[in-house]
C-alpha cells in the first residue's frame, strides 16, 4: 500500500468518493443522469427492491379493505413477511461473504473477521447480539410501522396516489425516497451523536467497528423507531401501498446491504452487484464523519465528508482533536 492510501484497509474503492451531481452547480444534465443510472439500473439493490416491494403487494399484502380495521390475522400476515424477508436477505448475505467466505477478502474494506466473543454485545458474540436486535424489535418496529400507514391509507387518513390518477407522481416517489432518506438520515444522525443520546441509545449501533449484514439494523429500539420512522413523510405526501412497502423495505433490508462490510457481489472475478459503501464503513471506524449519505452532499457541506484520501483522514483527525478539546 502507497503513502497516498489510508492505512489498515483490505480494500479500498476509488478515491476521492464523490458525492451526487444533482445538488452540484451549475447543474449538469449529463452527470446527474448518469449518477441516476448507475445507482438505479440495470441490476441494483434499488430495483431489486423495487420488485420485492410489488411481489409483496401482489401476492402477500392484505387487501385495503381488509386493513380498515385491526386484526390479527391480516397484521401478522404482514409481520411473517418481513421477518422471512430479513432472515432470507440477511442470512443469504451472511451466508456468501462470512459462512462460506464465497469471495475470500475480495472486495472486503475491513480485513478482520467479524468478532465472535465480546462483553460488550447482549448475547455474547456480534452476530447473536446483531440478529436479536434486528429479528426481535427491529422486525417488529418495521411491521408497526407498516400496519399503521395501511391502516390510515384504507381508512381515508391519508391520500391515496393511484397510478391511473398519478402516473408521474406515482413514479417519482419511487426516486424521491432514497433522495428523502439521505437527508433525513444525516439529520437524525447527527442528532443521536448528541452525546447524550449516544451514550444511551447509538452506542449500541457502534458496538459494531467492522461491520457485517445484520449490523445495519442492530440498534437501539428508539434508534429503530427514529430510523424508520422516515416512512411517516407519506402522511403529507400520500402514497400507493407499494409506496409504502418499498420505503421501509429500502430502509431495512438496504441498512444490511450496506453494512455487508464488502463493495460488493463478486462472481467470476467481476462486481456483478454494489452494496456496501466505503463512505459508512469509514463512519464505524472513525466516528465523527459520513453521518449521511452520498445522494444528498450534508456532510460536504457540513466539513464532516470523509472522501478516503489521506489528506482527507488527517482533516478529520484535527477536527476530532477539536472536539476532544472541548
Not at 443522469?33 to 403487494?57: D, M, N, P
Not at 400520500?238 to 420505503?247: D, E, N, R, S, T
Amino acid at each position: 500500500m502507497s503513502d497516498t492510501q489510508l492505512k489498515g484497509w483490505n480494500h479500498v474503492p476509488d478515491v476521492p468518493l464523490k458525492v451526487s451531481p444533482i445538488f452540484s452547480w451549475p447543474p449538469n444534465p449529463t452527470e446527474i443522469a448518469g449518477w441516476f443510472w448507475s445507482s438505479w439500473f440495470l441490476i441494483t439493490e434499488k430495483l431489486i427492491i423495487v420488485g420485492i416491494a410489488f411481489a409483496s403487494y401482489l401476492w402477500f399484502q392484505p387487501p385495503l379493505e381488509e386493513s380498515r380495521t385491526f386484526a390479527f390475522g391480516w397484521v401478522a400476515q404482514m409481520y411473517a413477511r418481513n421477518l422471512l424477508l430479513a432472515l432470507i436477505i440477511g442470512g443469504a448475505l451472511h451466508l456468501w461473504f462470512y459462512t462460506f467466505s464465497a469471495q475470500g477478502l475480495k472486495l472486503k474494506f475491513d480485513p478482520r473477521p467479524l468478532m465472535v466473543n465480546g462483553r460488550q454485545f447482549t448475547l455474547g458474540g456480534q452476530v447473536r447480539d446483531n440478529m436479536f436486535w434486528t429479528l426481535g424489535t427491529g422486525v417488529l418496529i418495521w411491521t408497526g410501522y407498516e400496519v399503521v400507514l395501511i391502516w390510515a391509507l384504507s381508512n381515508g387518513y391519508m391520500p391515496l396516489i393511484s397510478w391511473a390518477a398519478h402516473p408521474v407522481w406515482f413514479v417519482a416517489i419511487f426516486f424521491l425516497i432514497p433522495i428523502w432518506e439521505s437527508f433525513y438520515f444525516y439529520v437524525i444522525h447527527r442528532t443521536i451523536h448528541i452525546p447524550f443520546l449516544y451514550k444511551h441509545v447509538h452506542y449500541l449501533h457502534h458496538r459494531n467497528i467492522n461491520v457485517g449484514p445484520w449490523s445495519g439494523m442492530s440498534q437501539h429500539p428508539i434508534e429503530q423507531m427514529i430510523f424508520l420512522g422516515s416512512v411517516f413523510v407519506h402522511l403529507l405526501i400520500g402514497a400507493h401501498p407499494v409506496h409504502i412497502l418499498f420505503h421501509l423495505q429500502y430502509y431495512f433490508l438496504t441498512a444490511m446491504t450496506t453494512h455487508t462490510g464488502f463493495q460488493g457481489l463478486l462472481i467470476k472475478d467481476k462486481n456483478r452487484l454494489a452494496l456496501g459503501t466505503f463512505h459508512h464503513q469509514m463512519h464505524h471506524r472513525y466516528f465523527e464523519c459520513n453521518y449521511g449519505s452520498l445522494e444528498i452532499p450534508l456532510d460536504k457541506w457540513f466539513g464532516t465528508f470523509h472522501n478516503g484520501t489521506v489528506e482527507a483522514n488527517e482533516k478529520m483527525q484535527e477536527r476530532r482533536k477539536r472536539i476532544m478539546g472541548k
